[in-house]
């Protein structure tokens, strides 16, 4: 079966799907959030069943907050079989069981903070191609992730005028400079930061509109406990590092940027928490390229309440 699969199409057609950021969810104190703990902490990661550090998954849920079913899974046939099981509970409710007459509150989120004039860029992680390639000819050898980074306007006429504030640089190489091709995990911190900057190496003018060169310095290096194979895995000592250059090209017409493309490429080592590299350590090339977001695209950075904007 593949998600084209006939049996799986008809079962979407009775489901709203919709995707969140499972670490806001799982610890933010919002009426959304408080809502979703509810039934998540019945579902699979439930407490009583040996708990973990995320809730990560997919839940099946009635819009009262009635949880169905729960999984997380990658394989199309164990979600149809989950989706089978829950639209069978579904099936059997009361309508009043289906929904709620209360509406959630609005706000509370971090899509509130968007940098309305400031900037909004996506941010792609992938391996790159290298010698003695030891990766499985599966998802591992195409894994690539997206998260987004923001800036806000004093940071964005900041590094118009020349480089990006200390602050923000070594924000971006902490929380963007991670190595998540294969998987979420945790920023670097602060103090492990060894080079963050980015700055403004050449500029042409044509009006009010100035093409820029981008250059910068990105290096991060954190020692700790970690397990590496898994939920449950034993901990082990591991160092993970990321150190590269960037290069990019952006265009700004006096209000805001109307073209950014920035590459940071480096050599990216160890492993962490959920990241998926046990059989992949390093050291090996890893780029992380950064480019506008479309307009309407709103979505938060996923390690955004690491950014301290309140």
Partial sequence: MAWSDPTLQELIKRFVPCADEVGHLQRADTPAAKLFQVFCERGHYRFEK????????????????????????????????????????????????????????????????????????????????????????????????LDHLWLSAEEVRALVDGALPEGAARRLVRIHGRDNVRGQTF?????????????????????????????????????????IGGRRGKLTKQTRTFSGTMYGKAVWNGARFTEFELAWTGIRSGASKYNQRADDQGPAPMAVVFRLAPPDDRVAPSRFWAYGWR
């Fill in 187 to 227: 920023h670097f911190s602060n103090e492990s930061v060894t080079k963050a900057s980015l700055e403004v190496s050449a500029r042409l003018h044509d009006g009010a509109v100035q093409f820029l060169t981008l250059t910068g310095l990105g290096s991060a290096s954190q020692t700790g406990e970690w397990s």
């Fill in 50 to 145: 040996g708990g973990s550090g995320t809730r990560q998954g997919t839940y099946a849920v009635t819009p009262s907050g009635k949880l169905l079913r729960s999984w997380n899974t990658r394989g199309v046939e164990a979600v149809a079989r989950e989706m089978t099981a829950a639209l069978k509970t579904w099936d059997a409710l009361d309508d009043r069981e289906r929904v709620s007459k209360e509406t959630l509150p609005a706000g509370g989120r971090a899509e509130d903070s968007y940098p309305e004039d400031g900037l909004a860029l996506l941010v792609y992680t992938r391996d790159l191609p290298r010698e003695n390639d030891v990766r499985p000819e599966d998802w591992r050898e195409r894994a690539w992730n």
